[in-house]
């Protein structure tokens, strides 16, 4: 039951939210009838809305913008995010609750924020490690010859000699051949099951055929005269993949 739990977003996030909480008031009890109206609720008030902050930043800004090779996004909107919250909280703490020294409290947030993005990769990462050891992935051998799907209430098969790379589009996958382009309804991740290995995971959102790599840097490669980025948790992957492949 606790390892479902675990496995979801939401009621991971709610029982993190929960735990904090419950962290706080244990020793916030003796001060907690000091305070009178909505000032005895702010304090929680602002635990929720930074532990909000620090899911927005693991999910939205790390996971989609620098995971995603968008480093210079990542770093203005996360520094933009973090400035503004805290004049937010530097103004709140003068204003209403009459504290003049907020140095303390704002760095608290921002070590909270780079606590919670340690804690997030750690996760995620031994996670998927760990997913990794007890399912192996078994690729179909080198002598498939094509990549069988179901579109439009049929079954369709592509060459495999065929396809450049593949497209993640949440959840449908853009298949590029040499001709056009197909939709197929199912997640890069499935499809990748159903590639051989010389078809190469490159980042979250691509799927490249190493037979076409025109070109390959640390950071890049080109196919058919398209430049595709390497996401960075795949770059020594990749490396060695394509050192493999010479």
Not at 87 to 115: A, D, G, P
């Amino acid at each position: 039951m606790v390892k479902v739990l675990l496995e979801s977003v939401v009621w991971r996030n709610m029982l993190g939210a929960i735990a904090l909480l419950i962290a706080y008031y244990v020793p916030d009890r003796i001060s907690l009838d000091d305070r009178v109206g909505v000032n005895k609720f702010l304090p929680y008030l602002f635990l929720l809305l930074m532990y909000g902050w620090i899911v927005f930043h693991n999910r939205i800004l790390f996971e989609g913008l620098y995971l995603n090779n968008r480093t210079r996004t990542y770093f203005l909107r996360t520094l933009s995010g973090m400035v503004l919250s805290s004049t937010i909280m530097h103004i709140v703490l003068v204003y209403r609750f009459n504290q003049s020294e907020t140095l303390s409290k704002i760095l608290t947030f921002w070590v909270f924020t780079i606590t919670g993005l340690g804690i997030y990769v750690m996760f995620k990462f031994l996670h998927v490690i760990q997913n990794k050891s007890k399912n192996p992935a078994v690729r179909p051998a080198e002598t498939t010859e094509f990549f069988i799907f179901f579109a439009e209430g049929s079954e369709k098969q592509l060459l495999l000699s065929d396809i450049l790379y593949l497209e993640s589009l949440e959840n449908y996958v853009k298949v590029f051949t040499k001709q056009k382009s197909h939709i197929v309804r199912q997640s890069l991740k499935e499809a990748e099951q159903k590639l051989p290995k010389y078809f190469l995971r490159i980042s979250r959102s691509h799927i490249v055929n190493t037979r076409f790599i025109e070109s390959a840097k640390a950071e890049s490669l080109t196919i058919n005269g398209a430049l595709f980025k390497i996401g960075k948790v795949y770059k020594r992957y990749v490396e060695e993949q394509l050192n493999q492949n010479i």
